[in-house]
Antibody
């Protein structure tokens, strides 16, 4: 059974940093494209970042480019996002999302989400 | 950025009725459009991808159609568990989502 378990969220001050983790089970993360998608309270989702199956391509939304870095550890079957220079508008639930096999940016499995709150 | 506009914002129907949800793109996305269902406190769930392909385990009462800029999600006969928020999402360019349609019980 595919499972995605996010961790690392919490309250952080503006300008601070946070790293989210997503531990995968039931499949191998290096066999799929993997993404982070966030959803601010009461809003629609927003695609934040994706790492390709090979790991050679990493893409980011303009809103986070230069501040967020996506990565993965194949040995731990875990996806990460390092978030720096956090702003109030980064406050959201962050979901780890697996690509549908063969379809980039189609999320067929989502984690339960990790809440990030940026506030002083 | 491709903007997706969903209509209506809220749709009030009864179980057993047919639901028709629309999604219009600000420019052509070919068939690169997906639909998701989201219930309160849960993550989105993939229903339809590439306009008309049902995801694994999705009941046949859900169907998608359209191409270019105009897309439709149809639920042929509403079940109680279908009342939720529905989002469309394009992947022609950097992926974006619509603002959602809230399907509520009448």
């Amino acid at each position: 059974e595919v499972q995605l378990l996010e961790s690392g969220g919490g309250l952080v001050q503006p300008g601070g940093s946070l790293r989210l983790s997503c531990a995968a089970s039931g499949f191998t993360v290096s066999n799929y494209g993997m993404s982070w998608v966030r959803q601010a309270p009461g809003k629609g989702p927003e695609w934040v970042s994706r790492i390709s199956r090979s790991g050679g391509s990493k893409n980011y939304a303009d809103s986070v480019k230069g501040r967020f870095t996506i990565s993965r550890d194949n040995s731990k079957n875990t996806l990460y996002v390092q978030m720096n220079s956090l702003r109030a508008e980064d406050t959201a639930v962050y979901y780890c999302v697996k690509d549908l096999d063969g379809y980039s940016y189609v999320g067929d499995f989502w984690g339960q989400g990790s809440l990030v709150t940026v506030s002083s | 950025e491709i903007v997706l506009t969903q209509s209506p914002a809220t749709l009030s129907l009864s179980p057993g009725e047919r639901a028709t949800l629309s999604c219009r793109a600000s420019q052509s996305v070919s068939s690169y459009l997906a639909w998701y269902q989201q219930k309160p406190g849960q993550a989105p769930r993939l229903l339809i991808y590439d306009a008309s392909n049902r995801a694994t385990g999705i009941p046949a009462r859900f169907s998608g159609s359209g191409s270019g800029t105009d897309f439709t999600l149809t639920i042929s006969s509403l079940e109680p568990e279908d009342f939720a928020v529905y989002y469309c999402q394009q992947r022609s360019n950097w992926p974006t989502f619509g603002q959602g349609t809230n399907l509520e019980i009448k």
